[in-house]
């Protein structure tokens, strides 16, 4: 799912194409993907466009008249840009809506069987505040109120950091980038933190987002973001189960649930303990290696 970096680098890409432009019409091709009716899409063709906004992972397109055009991409769904007003919308399970805009096409799309991306078509900055989780901006806040919102319940740190009423723009993707900076253990309780933990934590949350917010953007000014995505070869841990921690060399660990998983490296995080798989741990039981040792030791070619 595009995350804080990669909302914003979105926004940072339309910016310049929508500045001035006026939204000439709105053509949906999946059924599916518009969840409000009020105002109706030809209600606001013709309208200029206004303020762009990020809410949470969600992309917000203001239109003339106090009305919105909110994005949700889930995880799946992407924005790509034509320069040609109008260009076709190809017949394709992919393709779920364009936008026609005086200044190009925006098109809308969802890969996957899954459709889940969804459109909000919304009046007034009332009906746009409904749909803020409501969780605070990490990189617009100072250390005392990360503090407090972190130790609001006791969670692990992975529940906590992707809890959008808690923290807004983080995902599955950069909680883990942002962990292993920290050195902190996902399962770790937020509540059993010391100060300097949490310090750290917020470092590291401060460091992991700016900078790979300021890398997506500077590649969004030399062209429309094509490959967002939440396995980037430069991350450090996401997505990287199996290869060498780029701190110690560690082969990176992963804890897999439902469609998710978490990345972790247990030297730098977890003192050496191989945390428990829900799905593989249960197959091989007291077989499941628990530290580094007896991984490595699982690895080894018998003996002859």
């Known amino acids: 799912m595009p995350e804080l970096p990669d909302i914003v680098a979105y926004l940072s890409a339309l910016k310049p194409r929508l500045s001035g432009a006026t939204l000439t019409k709105i053509r949906l091709a999946s059924p599916f993907l518009l969840r409000t009716v009020a105002p109706r899409p030809a209600e606001l063709e013709g309208r200029a466009i206004g303020e762009l906004r990020r809410i949470g992972k969600r ?11 909110l994005i949700h991409l889930m995880i799946a769904g992407r924005l790509h840009w034509n320069d040609q007003p ?6 394709s399970k992919q393709n779920l809506a364009a936008f026609d805009f005086s200044t190009g096409t925006m098109i809308f799309t969802e ?13 007034g900055e009332q009906a746009l505040a409904v749909h803020d989780p409501g969780g605070i ?23 906590a950091l992707t809890d959008p009423r808690l923290f807004s723009g983080i995902g599955n993707a950069y909680s883990d980038e942002i962990l292993l900076r920290a050195g902190l253990s996902p399962i770790a309780m937020t509540q059993k933190l ?6 750290a934590l917020f470092g590291a949350v401060q460091s992991c987002l700016t900078e790979w917010r300021d890398r997506l953007v500077a590649e969004a000014e030399k062209a429309f973001p094509k490959k967002v995505t939440a396995f980037r070869p ?70 002859i």
């Open 59 to 69: 992309i917000a397109i203001g239109v003339d008249g106090d009305a919105w055009m």
């Open 86 to 91: 109008g260009a076709p919308l190809a017949r």
């Open 111 to 123: 890969a996957g069987s899954k459709k889940r991306a969804s459109l909000y078509l919304l009046e």
């Open 137 to 159: 901006e990490v990189l617009e806040v100072g250390l005392d109120a990360f503090r407090e919102r972190l130790t609001l319940r006791n969670h692990t740190l992975k529940r």
């Open 194 to 199: 010391d100060d300097g933990q949490i310090a």
């Open 234 to 303: 430069e991350m450090a841990a996401h997505g990287r189960y199996g290869k060498p921690c780029p701190v110690c060399g560690t082969d990176i660990q992963r804890i897999v649930y439902a469609s998710n998983e978490t990345n972790y490296c247990p030297r730098c995080q977890t003192g050496g303990k191989v945390l428990a798989d829900r799905a593989l741990s249960a197959v091989m039981k007291k077989d499941w290696p628990k530290t580094i040792e007896e991984l490595e030791e699982l690895k080894r070619p018998p003996a």
